[in-house]
């Protein structure tokens, strides 16, 4: 997943983008409102952790004009204040959670599957079948019949966004865009490593990774 991180600290952002990294997910920062307004038209993201408090206005706000203006991304607000009604205040908002600084970092990580989660599968169990197959996002494993195999962050990643939309073809670029940041360096031999790595993994299934020349890649059953 492609996330945008809006915090000015730059010691914090550099700490929960790591953090996102080992999970697989790619990590923008934005250090002000205005940045994160540049990233938000630049490319989509599936998740924004967002600073209550920044250099050129308060995330609050940020967080009313996007939903007024019907964008819908899930929001994390990430707050340094306890009080009850700062948090019922921010949800009322429009945000989808808050977190409260200074915080763990498996909390914020819980947190965030905790809101894909909901977003995507709309339901609290973080299993899928599909195809012969059971993939637990949670878990990072795949169970084909009796065996289970685990995934890699990356190769988790991959199966969740072709999940989404079985049926439906990936193009390189998208997939790049939803699994790194701008920060890395990606050529399409990095997505095809890990189109073969997922499609090794499937094996045995009764679904297939099946790759369009010229198009990209979807996930379809045998």
Do not use: W
């Amino acid at each position: 997943m492609r996330f945008l991180l809006v915090e000015d600290s730059d010691e914090l952002a550099a700490a929960v983008a790591s953090r996102l990294a080992m999970d697989g997910h790619g990590v923008d920062r934005a250090a002000s409102l205005s940045e994160a307004g540049e990233f938000l038209e630049s490319a989509p993201y599936d998740l924004i952790l967002l600073d209550i408090s920044l250099p050129d206005g308060d995330g609050r706000d940020f967080l009313r004009q996007e939903r007024k203006a019907g964008r819908d991304t899930p929001v994390i607000m990430m707050t340094a204040s306890a009080s009850v009604s700062d948090r019922v205040n921010t949800l009322d908002q429009g945000a989808d959670d808050y977190i409260t600084k200074p915080f763990d970092f498996a909390e914020l990580q819980a947190r965030c599957r905790a809101v894909l989660r909901r977003r995507h599968a709309g339901v609290a169990d973080s299993r899928q079948h599909y195809a012969g197959f059971v993939f637990d996002a949670l878990a990072a494993t795949l169970t084909i019949g009796e065996e289970e195999r685990e995934l890699r962050a990356r190769e988790l990643r991959l199966l969740e966004i072709l999940l989404s939309r079985p049926g439906q073809a990936f193009s390189k670029a998208h997939l790049i865009d939803r699994l790194f940041s701008f920060d890395e360096e990606v050529s399409d031999n990095a997505i095809e490593v890990y189109v073969a790595r997922l499609r090794r993994k499937l094996e045995g299934s009764g679904a297939r990774l099946e790759t369009l020349r010229g198009v990209g890649y979807r996930l379809i059953p045998e």
